[in-house]
């Protein structure tokens, strides 16, 4: 593979029914021209309607698909998904940070899935402030912004959304008439990017579709106020987009 190919690393949970996960990061990315490559963090159960069982990958394992794959190029864009637990992010943006210390990160974090199960544990919360100081961008839904604690965090001075990390916070599952995310950016200003509510839609693998067209929009040259609008309206379409819960292609 030439090295002068656009191309990105996911580290994120399998989804066999290829709407979430690494294979939905992998089509997405596709889709915009950027080659990825992929490590999975989790062998997960599930389909569009139900989970059954997380299936977490030991991390000798995960370390070692990372290894592998740094062994052949360095990576300067990733972005992480499903992780067990704080301990283990930690590990994997280390590793990277490591490897190639200049990478743009990005982590999605999910709490829980569309389908019900529950994966981050409310006592590990205050682990994961230090590790997100070492990551570029959070796209949290708002649970995820409140199990993180970051609003609270913020408020007492804690942290300071976009100069210690840009933080994404997406509004999708709000009330509001409109879908609007924020985005807090490395200089500490503030974007918002709209979209019209669509009743009634519910589809699963929204968070990683919509990370993984940052991430490959960033790869392409955007900057990040650009590759989130991008996003946002690639992912309007998405949702517009196949039968179900399962979005198709646009």
Not at 66 to 83: A, M, Q, R, S
Not at 117 to 123: E, G, I, K, P, S
Not at 228 to 242: F, I, N, T
Request: charged share 25%.
């Amino acid at each position: 593979m030439s090295e002068k190919m656009n191309y990105a690393l996911t580290v994120a949970g399998f989804d066999g029914s290829a709407g979430a996960g690494i294979l939905a990061d992998v089509k997405t990315m596709a889709h915009f021209g950027v080659y990825a490559h992929a490590v999975c963090t989790a062998l997960t159960e599930q389909n569009e309607d139900e989970f059954v069982a997380p299936g977490w990958v030991i991390w000798e394992r995960i370390e070692a698909q990372l290894e592998t794959l740094f062994k052949k190029h360095t990576f300067k864009f990733v972005k992480i998904g499903l992780v067990e637990k704080a301990k283990v992010l930690k590990r994997i943006v280390d590793f990277i940070r490591m490897r190639s210390p200049d990478a743009f990160i990005i982590w999605d974090p999910i709490a829980s899935a569309s389908a019900g199960f529950h994966f981050l544990r409310a006592v590990e919360q205050d682990d994961f402030m230090p590790v997100m100081k070492n990551i570029d961008l959070v796209t949290p839904n708002q649970e995820e912004f409140g199990f993180l604690g970051l609003g609270l965090a913020a408020s007492r001075g804690k942290i300071e959304l976009g100069k210690d990390f840009a933080l994404l916070l997406k509004g999708g599952h709000s009330m509001d008439s409109d879908a609007v995310d924020i985005l807090w950016d490395r200089d500490g200003v503030q974007h918002k990017f709209t979209s019209p509510r669509l009743v009634g839609v519910e589809k699963h693998g929204t968070g990683c579709t919509l990370s993984s067209a940052i991430l490959a929009n960033l790869v392409l040259g955007k900057n990040l106020p650009e590759a989130c609008k991008a996003a946002k309206e690639y992912m309007d379409k998405m949702l517009r987009s196949g039968e179900g819960r399962l979005m198709g292609f646009v």
